[in-house]
């Protein structure tokens, strides 16, 4: 039983130290953004378990991503010149 939890905690810690990696690759200017992403993929899947999905939450998703592409534009627009 102590060596599957051992192993366990390995495969986590090496888990976490490749999502690290993948983080590291990440711009600071831009973790906002990652992480509003982040909380509108929560929300979705929130949504999704929901038997009656509220049109509000949908909404404001949709917002937010709207806001976000529109941010990424501008960003993207103003790195290029």
């Known amino acids: 039983m102590l060596l599957l939890l051992r192993t366990r905690v390995n495969n986590c810690k090496a888990t976490l130290a490749e999502l690290r990696q993948g983080l590291s690759t990440i711009s600071p200017e831009l973790m906002p953004t ?10 979705l899947s929130g949504l999704n378990v929901l038997s009656k999905v509220h049109t ?3 909404a404001l998703s949709k917002a937010m991503l709207t806001r976000i592409s529109f941010l990424s534009m501008m960003y993207k627009t103003i ?3």
């Open 34 to 43: 990652f992480e509003r992403l982040v909380s509108i993929l929560r929300s």
């Open 79 to 81: 790195n290029d010149n």
């Open 56 to 58: 509000k939450m949908v």
